[in-house]
């Protein structure tokens, strides 16, 4: 939004998790990682740095995802936290809670769970009935 500083998404994958890999356990990353296997555990960009995360049309997550930007066309099972940028492509699934400060959803992508917007925190504001004359 406006006055906001935007983290600029990491232009690079410096990590690949390739087709027929499965890991099992927790992903701790800096930079770029794209997932074209399966992870059964936490995916997690390094704190206090821009990090990319690209699920493919064929990956499968099955864990808790936070980074700061990340496209998604495969499969994800668990909670979504995306603290800059969120893009849904056509063949993304998602059953969990996501967390986005912007989002991008493609048509014929679907997510069971809630959308919740983390930007700027909502002002209060007085409502005042009306003086009837």
Do not use: C, W
Request: net charge neutral; aromatic share 4%.
């Amino acid at each position: 939004m406006f006055g906001k500083k935007s983290v600029k998404p990491q232009g690079r994958i410096d990590s690949l998790i390739g087709a027929g890999t499965a890991l099992a356990g927790d992903v701790t990353f800096t930079g770029g990682l794209r997932v074209d296997g399966e992870i059964k555990g936490n995916v997690r960009g390094a704190a206090d740095q821009p990090t990319t995360l690209v699920i493919s049309e064929h990956a499968r997550i099955e864990g808790e995802i936070s980074v700061s930007h990340l496209v998604i066309n495969g499969t994800v099972i668990g909670p979504v936290h995306a603290s800059e940028f969120l893009e849904l492509q056509a063949r993304a699934r998602v059953t969990g809670d996501v967390e986005y400060s912007t989002v991008e959803m493609h048509l014929g992508a679907v997510v069971q769970g809630r959308l919740v917007h983390q930007g700027m925190p909502a002002k209060s504001v007085e409502l005042k009935l009306a003086a009837s004359n």
